[in-house]
């Protein structure tokens, strides 16, 4: 069993993926800011820790006190439109944070280290599916940012022998049971769409009808939370072998927003309000995985991913769990 420190842990994958960790016996020591998190999130079992990433003094000690064998970081900031306003505050957070924590990392003599990173690190498409080899070319300031983090990590990989694992998550969605998926403000598509089926909001926007898909609207490939947890959980049987190696998580099945919006409306038995609103700059029209590697070399198999499961389980959290505290876990001053 492993002593993982999870950066992050308060949030929604992380959160999740915390409680997949504790499930199976391991140790967790979240760190986490609560500047987009929540701490009732955090689950019960693991230690948790109020603070910045880049706290240079407070972090370093947590390694030895608790014996850590792995790190996770998932901690980032993450809204794609507040990058593009205000790109400055996501390279000094994402960035320079993930740089001032990675010294911390170096400075414990830890050596496996496992980064949330983004299909939006390759950009606009050139073909689909994507795998690892397309070339990176980023939209907008998020991606842009880790990007960096993971050129960053492969230096740290040749220089230290870190193990590093880039997992490139295509779109997360989906919920376990007491945790899913809250975001201030919520730009994804499926919690977006449960509100309104929730009649909190009055209409969903599907923004552009014009692209050229099947039927006008974007493509994206979705992939349950639980999945990408377990993706998290197989990188700890990885042999440290001292390398970078990078991982796209989606499932290679995509969905256009309107076969989406269907989905939630057969789930859910609820028509949902449709307005239909212009293109948001930056958005490719498809974005589909080819998870081929990550199959092949970590016998990692998508169970949760299908439409109707992802959204079963996000519209079951909202209407038992949504808002609700479910947890209080061990706190440590922070
Ligand atoms: N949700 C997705 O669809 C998706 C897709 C691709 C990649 N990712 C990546 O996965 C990770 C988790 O995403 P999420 O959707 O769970 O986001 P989230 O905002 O729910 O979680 C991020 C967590 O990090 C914490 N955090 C942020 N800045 C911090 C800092 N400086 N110090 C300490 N803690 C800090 C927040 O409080 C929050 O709990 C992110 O790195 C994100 O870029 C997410």
């Known amino acids: ?48 820790y109020q603070l910045d990433l880049a706290d240079r003094e407070k972090i370093p000690p947590l390694f030895r006190e608790h014996g850590i064998d792995a790190v996770f970081h998932f901690a980032a900031k993450a809204l794609v439109p507040e990058s593009v306003r205000n790109p400055g505050f996501f390279f000094d ?3 320079a944070g993930g740089i001032a924590f990675l010294e911390a990392v170096r400075e414990s003599g830890v050596k ?3 980064f949330s990173s983004s299909a939006a690190v390759y950009g606009e498409p050139r073909t689909v599916p994507i795998d690892e080899s397309h070339e990176n070319n980023p939209t907008n300031a998020y991606g842009e940012t880790k ?55 009055e209409v969903f926007t599907l923004y552009g009808t014009d692209y050229d898909t099947t039927d006008g609207t974007c493509v994206r490939d979705y992939i349950h939370v ?6 998290h959980i197989l990188t700890l049987d990885l042999p440290e072998d001292g390398e970078m190696h990078v991982y796209n998580i989606g499932c290679g099945r995509p969905f256009s927003v309107r076969e989406v919006i269907g989905a939630v ?70």
């Open 93 to 95: 957070q994402n960035v």
């Open 147 to 201: 990007l960096m983090l993971e050129r960053v990590l492969a230096w740290y990989a040749l220089a230290y022998r870190w193990t590093v694992v880039a997992l490139r998550y295509f779109n997360a969605a989906g919920a376990r049971d007491g945790i899913g998926e809250r975001h201030q403000p919520e730009t994804h598509i499926i919690p977006l769409l449960l509100e309104a089926a929730a009649r909190e909001t």
């Open 265 to 334: 409306q057969d789930v859910t038995g609820r028509k949902i309000p449709v307005r239909q609103g212009p293109r948001r700059p930056g958005d490719p029209a498809v974005l589909c995985a080819n998870p081929a590697k990550l199959m092949r070399e970590l016998d990692w198999q998508p169970r949760f991913s299908d439409l109707a499961t992802i959204i079963g389980s996000a519209w079951q959290w909202k209407l038992t769990h949504a808002g609700r505290p479910s947890s209080v876990g061990v706190e440590r001053a922070g």
């Open 112 to 114: 496996k280290f496992v």
């Open 1 to 48: 069993m492993a002593n993982v420190l999870v950066t992050g842990g308060a949030g929604y994958v992380g959160s999740i993926c915390c409680a997949e960790l504790v499930a199976r016996g391991h140790s967790v020591v979240v760190v986490d800011d609560l500047s987009t998190g929540f701490r009732e999130a955090v689950p019960p079992q693991a230690v948790f």
């Open 226 to 231: 639980l999945d990408i947890a377990a993706a």
